[in-house]
């Protein structure tokens, strides 16, 4: 099985690529693959925990708790959480926080590289 | 024990999004990467600046006056003094009406390296010679 890493930049509300990417973590890590998952920009706003699920919009934070389960490694840029007004505290828990070294750390050793930009 | 090359292509311009500028902080990281990776192993990225990324890229930026955040000046003169490989599409440039010497520099901070305005073609190389794209 292969390792795959996905950068993460869109948000959570107003597009659905998040979702796609999360279901496509979810068939990879399913599959056996190790699957390492980094936001930034908008999807760190993403890492709260409390979210409600209305059904007018996605919601991240019971697929993010799932992914974990399964051992899906996932980590957000601590500074675009932070301006986002987000704190570790208010974190889902198990969501790794660190600056952006930590994404190209798991793209040096990745087999594969989807890095779906913001915007 | 090996360098891994990385291409980071920015094509969309700077201040009206916020993924072009991660993409130049993205780029710097590559700086502390090594406190988790083995002695040995290295990132190499070459930030590339195509299409509507070339814009913002110019000197004498007021971004601190006019939005209350640092330039992207600011984060491409440290690209610079961190060593990175900054390479320009001359194409683009020439249909924005670009001149090369309004591009920022890192010289009078002690920076080796300039950016580079390079044919397309380089880019292509560059992209070519990278085991791994980022499009920002």
């Known amino acids: ?119 | 024990m090996a360098d891994v090359k990385l291409a980071m292509v920015v094509q969309n311009p700077q201040y009206k999004g916020e993924t072009p500028r991660l993409g130049i902080t993205h780029a710097i990281s590559y700086q502390t990467v090594e406190v988790l990776l083995e002695d040995g192993e290295t990132i190499t990225p070459t930030l590339c600046f195509v299409d509507k990324g070339v814009l913002g890229i110019t000197k004498n930026q007021k971004a601190m006056e006019a939005y209350g955040i640092t330039s992207t000046e600011g984060h491409l003169k440290n690209a610079l003094l961190v060593d990175l490989d900054v390479l320009v599409c001359k194409e683009d440039l020439a249909r924005y009406g670009i001149a090369e010497d309004q591009l920022v520099d890192a010289a009078e901070m002690g920076a080796d390296k300039s950016i580079q305005v390079v044919p397309y073609s380089e880019i292509q190389k560059a992209i070519s010679n990278a085991k791994h794209v980022l499009f920002f």
């Open chain 1, 1 to 119: 099985m292969g390792v795959l890493t996905i950068g993460c930049f869109p948000g959570l509300v107003g597009s659905a690529v998040y979702d796609f990417t999360l279901k496509l973590c979810d068939a990879a890590a399913a599959k056996g693959h190790k699957v390492n998952l980094w936001f930034s920009g908008n999807a760190a706003g993403s890492v709260k925990a409390h979210q409600k699920h209305l059904k007018d919009y996605s919601t991240g934070e019971k697929h993010l708790t799932a992914l974990l389960e399964k051992g899906v490694e996932i980590c957000t840029c601590e500074a675009c959480s932070l301006a986002r007004g987000v704190t570790k505290a208010d974190a889902i828990p198990g969501v790794q926080w660190n600056a952006m070294h930590w994404y190209l750390a798991k793209i040096y050793s990745t087999d594969r590289l989807l890095h779906i930009g913001g915007e």
